[in-house]
């Protein structure tokens, strides 16, 4: 599944086609948002937003389309007019004079306004955006802290929405490789040092990510531009110590590290 990085590329691409362009061509698979398609046609798509994994595609008209990829769901930009030649099965698409964004394969897909974007259950969920550049280490680190969050092992909570949102496996990886840990460990039993090395961590890498990698690829999540220390180099030579990086299964997610420098 893509994670945060991931969805705001797809975010950043998608407003470059059709941000404050006449929408001249609406249609939707599901039959409840069909009623939508004519109201859509002059409107133009004000702001795309995300939430984690989440996508927000905000409207002139004050609606907002919620879309959540989940396993399968990919959005491609075409040329208006055009239809790409594939076995996915088109959920949505919304065509300007020149450019059209289809999403492929996804179902959790909403109309709401925003009465409906405050009190959805997913966005209601989810915790911060570790994209958003307001989000400061300390909060963090007082989230870690919180008698939510602070007795949960890294293995499950690194992956838990509602503690940051935007986080996935691969980044669950790669923070706890770079502060030296575990993911048996819980916040409660770190040193200050240690909360502080892993609040910075846990921004500082996501946000790497999404400036450092190439163009999002609907079958290769995994760009090659960031550089993974341990993400799938199992059999490896940790770069940091020289040990050799093993793999393991935790959360029911393939996890990687190094026993040689991660305590």
Known sequence: MPEGPEIRRAADM????????????????????????QALIGEQVNRLETRGKALLTHFSN??????HNQLYGVWRVINAGEMPDTTRVLRVKLQTAEK???????????????DGVTNHPFLLRVGPDVLDLTLSAEQVKARLLSAKFRKRQFSGLLLDQAF???????LRVEILWAVGLLAHHKAQDLSPQQLDKLAYALLDIPRHSYNTRGTVNENKHHGAIFSFKVFH???QKCERCGGVIE??????RPFYWCPGCQH
């Open 164 to 170: 940051l949102a935007g986080l996935g496996n691969y």
């Open 247 to 252: 793999k393991t299964m935790l959360s029911s």
């Open 233 to 235: 180099r199992a059999g």
């Open 14 to 37: 998608l407003e470059a086609a059709v941000l404050a362009q006449p929408l001249t061509d609406v249609w939707f698979a599901f039959p409840a948002l069909k009623a939508f398609e």
């Open 62 to 67: 004050g609606l907002t389309l919620y879309s």
């Open 100 to 114: 059209a964004i289809l999403l492929y394969s996804a179902s959790d897909i909403e109309m709401l306004d925003a």
